[in-house]
């Protein structure tokens, strides 16, 4: 059974950091397609950030130079390390994943993942 649990989230300044991490099991991690997304109040989920099973990066424009994503194959983490946070990216945050080598057609698609954590609350004070 395929598991993803969120940490990391919490209350901080605009400006400041925070590292979010997804532990996985219940699947081999390196053959997966994985992202992160964030849904704020009263707006649909969005897609941040998405590594493929090779480690290509695709990132939001909105998040671009300022938000990380990475993985660790051998402790079935995915990460987004986020910095020079604004009040706007201020939601909950999910990590997603879709088995397999093979990406989704639509990779900031929520529909294309099947499987996700239980999300992680990120605040952003002005």
């Known amino acids: 059974q395929v598991q993803l649990v969120e940490s990391g989230g919490g209350s901080v300044q605009a400006g400041e950091s925070l590292r979010l991490s997804c532990a996985a099991s219940?699947?081999?991690?390196?053959?997966?397609?994985m992202g992160w997304f964030r849904q704020a109040p009263g707006k649909e989920r969005e897609g941040v950030a998405v590594?493929?099973?090779?480690?290509?990066?695709t990132y939001a424009d909105s998040v671009k130079g300022r938000f990380t994503i990475s993985k660790d194959n051998v402790r079935n983490t995915l990460y987004l390390q986020m910095n020079s946070l604004k009040p706007e990216d201020s939601a909950m945050y999910f990590c997603?994943?879709?088995?397999?080598?093979?990406?989704?057609?639509?990779?900031?698609?929520?529909?294309?993942?099947?499987?996700w954590g239980q999300g992680t609350q990120v605040t952003v004070d002005s």
């Open positions: 997603a994943a879709k088995l397999g080598v093979v990406g989704p057609a639509l990779p900031f698609s929520p529909h294309a993942y099947p499987y």
């Open positions: 219940g699947y081999t991690r390196s053959g997966s397609y």
């Open positions: 590594i493929t099973a090779y480690g290509v990066t």
